[in-house]
Structure formats: C-alpha cells, structure tokens
C-alpha cells in the first residue's frame, strides 16, 4: 500500500496510542490484548509504519483509547478498508474490557 505522508502520520500516531495503552495495563492479558490490536494494524498496512515515542503521553487511558479509536477511525480516509477498521476498533474494545478493574 503506497502511503501519503498524512497517512503514514496517523498511521504512526495510531500506533503510538495503542502501543501507550499496552505499557499502561492493569494486567499482562490486556496487555496481550492491545499487542495483539497492535499486530492487526500492522497487518493491514503491511508493516509499513512505526510508532512514535509512546512514553511522552502524560494523558490516562481515556484519552489514550479516545485518541486511539479516533486515529483508527480516520484511516479510513487513507483506503483503509472499513470492516478492516470496525475490526481495530473491536480488538481494542475488547483489550479496554481485559483491562477495566
């Protein structure tokens, strides 16, 4: 998949929300949840990005997971295939689930 250069920001920002939300957990099965979200975004760009320095997010893991969906979400502008973005959303929902006290 060639990438523009605004993709290939969000892509990278997308994964530096989920990857934050992964260092964040509460348990080591959220934390497997999110690396698995994780590999499926990197599935559907075909490993073409990298994520940014996730340890700069001073924010909560609402706001985490707000700016992750929205990031996800706006892929879809990008090409990406919409049930591909309805699955993200479904794999980090459920990582969100795991990681809830």
Do not use: K, Q, W
């Not at 993709?7 to 934050?20: G, N």
């Not at 909560?60 to 700016?67: E, I, K, Q, T």
């Amino acid at each position: 998949m060639t990438m523009l250069l605004a993709h290939y920001v969000l892509l990278s920002e997308a994964r530096s929300y989920v990857a934050a939300l992964a260092n964040n957990t509460t348990t080591p099965e959220a934390c497997s949840a999110y690396d698995l979200a994780l590999i499926e975004l990197d599935l559907v760009h075909g490993d073409d990005a990298f994520a940014l320095d996730a340890t700069e997010h001073a924010v909560g893991r609402d706001v985490l997971m707000a700016l992750a969906i929205s990031a996800v979400e706006r892929l879809t502008t990008y090409g990406v295939d919409a049930l591909h973005s309805e699955l993200l959303l479904a794999s980090l929902e459920d990582a969100r689930a795991l990681d809830m006290p």
